[in-house]
């Protein structure tokens, strides 16, 4: 974490000796020091380390098939986006849409926590909906999920408008 302090200079007129005069003065204003933090790794797909190899496969809508070697902690949704499989993501995972809804194979979608209200907020408004649909932004890469597959509907709701 870094800390920076801003000083800022205010110019205001002023009256002097009971005549309106503009007298330009200066104001230090006490420093206020704010924070910022790193930048986040935010959609960034590391490749796998030698022997950690984690593999997952996108069925897409007319059934071709990509299996991936990933690397544990990756969403399926930024994978997705890492190697051109068309999952849309139009929030970017921050549980706004439905865009990233995948259809998990259901050996796996049993070994998943249960979806949080939030993500069953918006898998409601999944196209498609089936008994084993998550969001792909939801669904982090780890050993247990080596060998997933998951589906891509063949149509999302995206509820935003546009003019
Ligand atoms: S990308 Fe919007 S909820 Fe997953």
């Not at 998990?104 to 409601?124: A, Q």
């Amino acid at each position: 974490m870094f800390r920076f302090a801003l000083a800022r200079t205010l110019r205001a007129p002023v009256v002097a000796a009971g005549r309106r005069q503009a007298v330009k003065m200066t104001v230090e204003a006490p420093l206020r020091p704010f924070s910022i933090s790193s930048v986040l790794r935010h959609k960034h797909v590391e490749p796998p380390k030698p022997g950690e190899e984690l593999h997952c496969t996108f069925i897409s809508p007319d059934g071709e098939k990509t299996t991936l070697e990933v690397a544990a902690g990756d969403s399926l949704l930024d994978i997705a986006h890492e190697h051109d499989i068309d999952l849309e993501g139009a929030c970017e995972g921050s549980l706004a849409c439905s865009t990233c809804h995948v259809i998990v194979d259901p050996e796996y979608y049993e070994k998943m926590e249960e979806p949080g209200d939030e993500e069953n907020d918006m898998l409601d408004l999944a196209f498609g909906l089936t008994e084993t649909s998550r969001l792909g932004c939801q669904c982090i890469m780890s050993k247990e999920f080596d060998g997933i597959t998951v589906t891509l509907p063949s149509a999302t709701r995206n509820m935003s408008f546009q003019k």
